[in-house]
């Protein structure tokens, strides 16, 4: 990657604030490196031009990359290797859903935060930013937690980590602060996306949760060095969180609040989420009974570590031959429906009980190796394929008689 | 009624245990005072002769009805005006629906009580027992409720009974007492479902509750005085809450317990189950959650009165025109499928906007106005059909545009 695209994404990131729509479709016409010239030549349509007034002279980002750097901060952009295509696939997939719309008419910006891709991540840390949302749980909730709620948020980030799932979360006081504790607790990684820059942690007193983070897992932000935290960059950066997630658990939440935010994100982008109950005379439980009781896309209610990984785990998470945890004939058929037609095709590809390699799974599904690659992971979250070593096979909760059934029928 | 039926019942009533299928058999066949001669001769089926082996020669209705009468108490039988048969009708339902497979080999007993209704009720008290069903609520859980569950059952039963719910539970310690307390304390109708005969209370420091429900209430029991209350009595009393209820609220229930089993027989009756969440780290509120994550009719979450008003209320609970709460047209018609074909034609006799008499809709539906009469209280439990002072019209909720559409796609 060459440093013209990291000075251009670093400048766009600091340019607007981010989940701008229409710097989005701008970059994803012409390019990071395009983008810049054309905001700097002042060859923008008005949206952009809008957009980007403010701060079109004083962007530096040179400067920014000098300061990410005595901060320890690493800029990753789509076109490193270390960005997390897969989980950001599905930001992808709902932003071109929404384009349509955007480019008749729709304007203004939504308040709770537009559903399209980062152009850029500030981040710290050594876990594998690039293999998120394959095994992550964004654990999210009120800040004014009680005593309760931040038992259960602990308790479920722990025994998660142990599970070797990684723990994203917002580094706020209450259900945030107590995840992100229960996976340090159990040496595992853990994910702080905050929504101010990550020179100086917010809440401040947090600073030592942002170290003991950036020390194992990862601390990432879509805010530049210097930025506050702001009502948007929260609202934004709780679409961050709901993506990095395989699933989402709203652990306690009143009825209007960010983790109601986080939510929305989860239903936007087809993740599951899910929210633990608590007393119904607790008025930061009545946003976890509200989305449990949704008549549209409701939460799955989750008591513990098992509800979790029944949920979002793979097929190794749960006793095998267990009928309540296989995969039904209709189950199968909705999960492949979830899918597109060349991920369907590599699953075609499988012959039951047999590892195969993603070479051998091109030949026989007639898909090249490379969408075989970028498909088994989409494969793999649907629970429909597992595998590793660079050797996969149909996942043994799909029971052998409705493999086929379930495509044959398509 | 004669006093011929009324010793036939007491003798049936005392003869073999509740709910016991071949004698329900015997007595649906030939009648109670036939079944009674038979018994008496000797001249029944070996399940019934062996059923009613132990207590054929002692049973003495005559003193049975003697000792209920110095006990205020009095024997309602299916033959009287005072027999809940709306209520009835559903586990009538389920019996007959079981009536086959028990003809063809299953001989035993099921450990949770069968789904067949009682050949009688000792009763005292003087609300109206004919009518429980169509405006009723079952409140049950746990014997070792915590504080926050008794609360919560306590709430709930005085706002249903201000609402005009008589509220049904069974008189034990814990939930049960608490959800009696709350109804009593709004000054409106409880009714306790004993387990043992009604000359002792059980558990004995709950006499002055059985008292106080009596005053006002009811205090009804499927076994005849001097019963003593035991394990598969509490199981065959069960399907008695679930069925004289509309619907049936488990406050608090650990894994494997009394009110899992009283949800059991909601679902077995089709009955409006829902549960109430709370902690994850309280084992009674394992059992609700259980209920609520359940694949198959799984109840509904809870949160206070009025979501147990959108459930079972009528439409006159809800603010009229909420569109939230009108009855969409595949709802209707799924409402519709329900009834049988006689309640179907009486919806069609009904003009919009117009309240009518029986009378009038006996002529305008093409049905008998005993048939209407009949017809009227499902319709009202279904929510299709509202009314008082003899005159019913279509029920608010229902949308003009799909009442006649929902019926003319049957």
């Known amino acids: 990657m060459s440093d013209d695209i990291l000075l251009a994404r670093a400048f766009l990131n600091r340019v607007a604030e981010p989940a701008c729509v229409p710097l989005w479709k701008l970059v994803r016409d012409v390019g990071p490196v395009e983008a810049v010239r054309m ?3 002042e060859r923008v349509v008005d949206e952009v031009a809008q957009a980007t007034a403010g701060r079109r002279l004083t962007a530096d980002p040179e400067a920014d990359l000098e300061a990410a750097a ?3 901060l690493r800029l990753v952009v789509p076109e490193s290797d270390e960005w997390p ?4 696939s599905a930001l992808e997939q709902a932003a071109l859903e929404r384009l349509h719309e955007w480019e008749h008419g729709q304007k203004t910006q939504s308040p709770s935060g537009e559903p399209i891709p980062p152009l850029a991540l500030w981040v710290t840390g050594p876990a594998d930013l690039a293999s998120l949302g394959v095994r992550s749980v964004g654990i999210v909730g009120a800040r004014s937690a009680t005593r309760y709620g931040e038992q259960v948020a602990m308790d479920l980030a722990h025994g998660l980590t142990r599970r070797g799932f990684a723990v994203v979360s917002g580094g706020a006081y209450g259900i945030d602060a107590a995840a992100h504790r229960g996976a340090l607790a159990a040496g ?8 101010g820059g990550l020179d100086s942690p917010y809440p401040p007193s947090h600073a030592g949760l942002y170290e003991r983070a950036a020390a194992t897992g990862l601390v990432v ?5 210097g930025s506050t935290p702001q009502r948007r960059r929260f609202l934004t950066r709780n679409r961050l969180i709901a993506t990095l997630a395989t699933g989402t658990v709203v652990v306690e939440a009143s009825l209007r609040s960010g983790a109601s935010n ?4 989860c239903r936007r982008i087809q993740r599951p989420l899910m929210a633990v109950p608590g007393p119904v005379t607790s008025p930061v439980s009545a946003g ?6 949704a008549d549209v896309q409701p939460a799955r209610l989750i008591t513990g570590v098992a509800d979790v990984l029944a949920l979002i785990g793979s097929s190794s998470d749960v006793p095998i031959g267990d009928p309540a945890h296989e995969v039904s004939a209709d189950d199968l058929r909705a999960r492949l429906d979830l899918l597109d037609d060349v991920s369907r095709s590599v699953f075609d590809g499988f012959r039951a009980g047999r590892a195969v390699s993603c070479d051998e799974l091109a030949v026989s599904s007639g898909v090249s190796t490379l969408d075989v690659i970028r498909s088994l992971p989409a494969l793999q979250l649907a629970g429909l ?8 096979r149909i996942a043994r909760a799909v029971p052998r008689g409705s493999r086929r059934a379930g495509v044959g029928s398509k």
């Open 85 to 88: 295509h897969f989980a950001m």
């Open 385 to 392: 394929v597992e595998g590793d070593d660079g050797r996969f």
């Open 188 to 195: 595992g990684t853990t994910v702080l996306i905050s929504a």
């Open 221 to 225: 932000s879509e805010s530049p060095p």
């Open 70 to 72: 005595r901060h320890g």
């Open 288 to 293: 976890c009974h509200a989305l449990i009781n």
């Open 262 to 265: 986080t939510a929305g994100h």
């Open 39 to 41: 905001i700097r030549a």
